[in-house]
């Protein structure tokens, strides 16, 4: 994990980078496994390494809804940076892979001494605000098959990878549709040749394809990622 990093903190310097470190733990995010739960107090805050996760925002009884979706990018748990202890949202594991783990009280300590940390903090829920905003706009104003195209997309840029599990039922929750819905976007997918789909398998076989199938929402989370944390 040395070798692959955060880019929350790839970005800090280099004193303020092993400081963070010294106070992370690696740990392993397993497919499915829910990290904290809506109105939980905050525990951790998470760093994605190579693993990522949906931001799940739940109303009444109704099945939770996808809002943001956090890898390598970023981190769950910026809230902390606010003095919010409480998670907004549910974090569940949609990819399987490593991050790095803090402790709430040892975050707080390191944000209290580093400045930089602030700052990126600061920019990343700025970043984070308007993913939020996206999703909102996109569930509202765009179709079921360019959401798909554009959570594909954005599940390929996190896995770093063509091909990654999911299955239609998931797709259905992450979507907020019912799952014939999921079942005939995907279908025009790979009919159009843009994805293989098999026992939950999807790959991507034209990623210029596949943006040009997507809604404008994620060329728009694309320029908002590539700016405030450079």
Known sequence: MANVENHLIELLPRKDRL??????EPVTLTLSE??????????????????????VTQVDDH??????MVGREGMV??????????????ALVQGPGA?????????????ARSAALRRNMDLYLSVLMAQLATSAACLRFHLIGPRLARWLLMTQ???????????????????????????????????AG?????????TVLDRPGLEAAACSCYATEQQVYAKPLR
Request: charged residues 20%; hydrophobic residues 45%.
């Open 19 to 24: 400081s963070l470190l010294a106070v992370c």
């Open 157 to 191: 840029d996190r896995a770093h990878a063509d091909r990654f599990h999911v299955t239609h039922e998931f797709l259905a929750y992450m979507l907020g549709v019912r799952r014939v819905g999921i079942t005939m976007a995907a279908g025009g997918l790979q009919r």
């Open 99 to 111: 991050a790095w783990r803090v402790g709430s009280a040892a975050f707080r300590r390191e944000l």
């Open 77 to 90: 748990g910026a809230q902390l940076s606010l003095g919010v202890a409480v998670s907004p949202l549910r």
């Open 194 to 202: 843009l994805i293989a789909y098999h026992r939950g398998e999807i």
């Open 34 to 55: 829910v990290l904290c739960e809506r109105g939980d107090t905050t525990r951790h805050v998470y760093f994605p390494v190579d693993g990522f996760i949906s931001l």
């Open 63 to 68: 099945p939770g809804l996808e809002v943001g």
